[in-house]
């Protein structure tokens, strides 16, 4: 169990300065303490960005192909812990072991594939309008980048923040979600035996308003990434914005699986309910909205809420547990007023809408897979992220319906479409307004080497992962170089006007 010492700043485990703690809780049964963290504040920040900050320029200067190497390393570590990390994962945040296990091989993934951009070209030469002159744009690091990383993929979101980070020659301070502590530590503890230098990587534990704020607010972070609310990630932006940082925000979601009349109805009530009760929908690309057409909806709805209700809920550490608890007593209660406030608009309540307490059920965090009917357009629960497991049925009479309906949020990260029709698919993949389409298939399942973010409120512009995972944490150089013998100025424009 972690006492205490649980920050990691310029290579060394220390405690919080005015030694302050927080305790993690396991949410299947949240008598148990998994362990004390350190509780930072402003001083323990600045501490870190200014490791950070002096590890910066030696971390920079090594050849990305060795930054590379140490992430291929990293990847390494994460394959042998792989096991231990998940078990530790479904004690601190509650999802299935297999799910856990998932988390964790997206972090072997991005580590392998990042590494291998340490070989990579790095910008282009361009051609110029002057004669013997070398053009070319590079890629350079940002300096000190803070990451502000969530509870649901408390090995996943970290990685795909921070190996594009390191890659590209930033040094970096995480401040972790405070629900997810021990997991911080543990990848942390992984990096050092990496190989990653004294100060490269620090870590910060405690609460956003206190340690993430403080990330935000340091004169030395160039660059701040956050996964987390919209509400959040509007403060942090704006924040960021007035201080002229980088800021690369991935927020909330109300995805959307739509079914069509020629859909394999089978395929669909498979994705629908990996979607909306996978991880107990506590995923930005949960599906908490079922659009279905009317031809359809009776069977698809029976079938759907036949086999919700059948579904297994344990501690995630059961073999047999479908699904876990939600993460603490907080969102539960969270959770069950939003149906609560469903209902009061008129949706119908098809299975689940309880909080489970009977038996062991009672000392964890349980919620019962909730479908709800007749959900409109215009109710709160079919606009506003719930991220628990709960899903909505709205029905629909066309393909131009659907698309509509799916479209009609504030958000836009992962929306799906049932079909067999190769027109009604391409119309979708057009239409549909989100970072992520997917035909056939359900809303959550993303692959590290696709872009990952989303449209409208979910996001500010930026995308992880991908061919791209380096764009927000690295700014381009254009570089000129004149190697002509000749005294003469050649002014561009001016003396070059080739058009
Ligand atoms: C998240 O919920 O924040 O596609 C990330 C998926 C996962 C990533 C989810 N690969 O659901």
């Given at each position: 169990?972690?006492?205490g010492?649980?920050n990691f700043i310029g290579?060394?485990?220390?405690?919080?300065?005015?030694?302050?703690?927080?305790e993690?809780?396991n949410?299947?049964?949240?008598?148990?303490v998994?362990?004390?963290?350190?509780r930072?504040?402003q001083?323990?920040?600045e501490?870190a960005v200014?490791?950070?900050?002096a590890?910066?320029?030696?971390?920079?200067?090594i050849?990305?192909p060795?930054?590379g190497?140490?992430?291929f390393r990293?990847?390494?570590?994460l394959?042998?812990?792989k096991e231990?990390?998940?078990?530790q994962?479904?004690?601190?945040?509650?999802?299935?072991?297999?799910?856990?296990?998932g988390?964790?091989?997206?972090a072997?993934?991005?580590?392998?594939?990042i590494?291998?951009?340490?070989?990579?070209p790095?910008g282009?030469?361009?051609?110029s309008e002057?004669?013997?002159m070398?053009?070319?744009?590079?890629?350079?690091p940002?300096?000190v980048v803070g990451?502000?990383?969530?509870w649901?993929?408390p090995?996943?979101i970290?990685s795909w923040?921070?190996?594009?980070?390191l890659?590209a020659?930033?040094?970096v301070v995480?401040?972790?979600a405070e629900?997810t502590p021990?997991?911080?530590v543990?990848?942390?503890?992984l990096?050092?035996e990496?190989g990653?230098?004294?100060?490269?990587?620090n870590?910060v534990?405690?609460?956003?308003a206190e340690a993430g704020?403080?990330?935000?607010?340091?004169a030395?972070?160039?660059t701040?990434?956050?996964t987390?609310?919209?509400?959040?990630?509007?403060?942090?932006?704006g924040?960021?914005?007035?201080?002229?940082?980088r800021?690369?925000?991935?927020l909330?979601g109300k995805?959307a699986?739509?079914?069509?009349?020629d859909?394999?109805?089978e395929?669909?009530i498979?994705?629908a309910?990996?979607?909306a009760?996978?991880?107990?929908?506590q995923?930005?690309?949960?599906?908490s909205?079922?659009?279905v057409h009317?031809?359809?909806?009776?069977?698809?709805?029976?079938?759907?809420v036949?086999?919700?209700?059948a579904?297994r809920?344990?501690a995630?550490?059961?073999p047999?547990?479908q699904?876990?608890p939600?993460?603490?007593?907080?969102?539960?209660?969270?959770?069950?007023?939003?149906?609560?406030?469903g209902?009061?608009?008129g949706a119908?309540?098809?299975?689940g809408?309880?909080v489970?307490d009977?038996?062991a059920f009672?000392?964890?965090c349980?919620?019962?897979?909730?479908?709800l009917d007749?959900?409109t357009l215009s109710m709160r629960?079919?606009?506003?992220?719930?991220?628990?497991?709960?899903?909505?049925?709205?029905?629909?009479?066309?393909l131009?319906e659907?698309?509509a309906?799916?479209?009609?949020?504030q958000?836009?990260l992962?929306?799906?479409l049932?079909?067999?029709?190769?027109t009604?698919a391409?119309?979708a993949?057009?239409?549909?307004?989100a970072g992520?389409?997917?035909i056939?298939l359900?809303?959550s399942?993303?692959e590290i080497?696709?872009?990952f973010?989303?449209?409208?409120?979910?996001?500010n512009?930026?995308?992880?992962a991908g061919?791209m995972?380096?764009?927000?944490?690295?700014?381009?150089?254009?570089?000129y170089v004149?190697?002509?013998e000749?005294e003469e100025l050649?002014?561009?424009?001016?003396?070059t006007q080739?058009?």
């Open positions: 169990m972690h006492s010492k649980t290579g060394k485990w220390v405690q919080a300065q005015d030694g302050q703690t927080f993690s809780l949410p299947a049964r949240t008598a148990e998994i362990g004390r963290y350190a930072s504040w001083a323990d920040v501490a200014t490791a950070a900050a590890a910066y320029p030696a971390w920079r200067r050849p990305a060795v930054r190497a140490t992430l990293m990847g390494q570590l394959e042998r812990e231990r990390l998940a078990r994962m479904v004690e601190e945040m509650g999802k299935v072991l297999v799910e856990a296990r988390d964790v091989q997206e072997i993934d991005m580590a392998y594939y590494a291998a951009f340490g070989r990579m790095n282009s030469v361009v051609p002057r004669a013997e070398f053009c070319s744009a590079q890629r350079m940002v300096g990451l502000i990383t969530p649901n993929f090995i996943a970290p923040k921070m190996f594009p980070a890659l020659g930033n040094t995480l401040k972790p629900d021990g997991l911080a543990s990848f942390v503890e990096l050092v990496a990653v230098p004294s100060g490269v990587v870590l534990t405690g609460f956003g704020a403080a990330l935000v607010e340091s030395g972070v160039s701040i990434s956050f987390g609310s919209t509400e959040t990630g509007r403060l942090i932006a924040r960021c914005g007035q201080l002229m940082k800021v690369s925000c991935e909330g995805n699986i739509v079914v069509m009349d859909a394999n109805i395929l669909a498979k994705g309910l990996w979607s009760f996978g991880t107990a929908g995923r930005c690309t949960a599906a909205r079922l659009i009317r031809d359809v909806k009776r069977r698809f709805r029976d079938e759907l036949d086999r919700a209700s579904l809920m344990g995630g550490i059961d047999k547990a699904i876990g939600v993460i603490n007593r907080k969102q539960l209660e969270r959770i069950h007023r939003y149906v609560g406030i209902v009061a608009e119908k309540t098809l299975t809408g309880r489970l009977e038996g009672g000392d964890g349980f919620y019962a897979p909730t479908v007749d959900m629960v079919a606009q506003e992220e719930i991220f628990g497991p709960v899903t909505g049925i709205i029905e629909v009479g066309s131009e659907a698309l309906a799916a479209n009609s949020t958000y836009g992962s929306l799906s049932y079909t067999q029709n190769v009604s391409f119309r993949i057009q239409e549909l307004e992520i389409v997917y056939n359900p809303t399942g993303a080497q696709l872009p973010g989303g449209v409208k409120n979910t996001g512009g930026h995308r992880e061919w995972a380096m764009d927000y944490c690295t700014e381009w150089k254009s570089i004149n190697y002509a000749s050649v002014r561009a424009q001016i003396d080739v058009a």
